[in-house]
């Protein structure tokens, strides 16, 4: 574009080339750190879900104890164990809607469940986990020993949460 000055000589008014480039180039870097944040707060939010959906079940599993003497066999204080997070979900809906046993946030992953299962001591202990996505400081507060099947260690990059009776 160009303006004409009162003595005849124009003036280019406008952008050049390169300060288009070096604004488009600013404004992709910003675009860039904004989007890693963003996950980062997202891979939080889920870790949290995750340690929150744990302590739910831990509630409706001292429910079942009271109800039936012993953690989860089947939905009638039977004497099957469950041996996967599916078969724990069935087994609460006695004390809780089974529609409501928390799923892990993300359909790639599945929360943990074992019971002991040791002569005498069958349905007396448990152990729930999930596997975070990032290392976190209430990992140093929880069990760090693999039981009952379930992973529990903590070590990169692995980090599994877990809660026990």
């Given at each position: 574009m160009a303006i004409r000055i009162s003595?005849?000589?124009k003036k280019n008014t406008g952008f050049t080339l390169i300060e288009l480039l070096v604004t488009m180039t600013v404004i992709t870097i910003l675009i860039g750190v904004s989007f890693g944040a963003i996950r980062e707060v997202q891979v939080r939010g889920r870790d949290t879900r995750r340690i929150a959906d744990l302590k739910s079940v831990q509630v409706s599993l001292e429910l079942y104890i009271?109800?039936?003497?012993?953690?989860?066999g089947d939905a009638t204080c039977g004497?099957?164990?469950?041996?996967?997070?599916?078969?724990?979900t069935t087994a609460l809906g006695a004390v809780m809607d089974a529609n409501k046993v928390p799923k892990d946030p993300t359909s790639s992953r599945t929360y943990y469940y074992g019971v002991d299962t040791t002569a005498g001591q069958e349905g007396l202990r448990y152990v729930i986990g999930a596997k975070l996505?990032?290392?976190s400081?209430?990992?140093q507060d929880d069990l760090d020993i693999d039981t009952y099947g379930v992973p529990c260690s903590d070590t990169s990059p692995n980090f599994y949460y877990c809660i026990q009776s």
């Open positions: 003595n005849g000589v009271n109800r039936c003497g012993r953690y989860p004497s099957t164990n469950p041996s996967d997070w599916a078969q724990l996505e990032r290392e400081s209430v990992l």
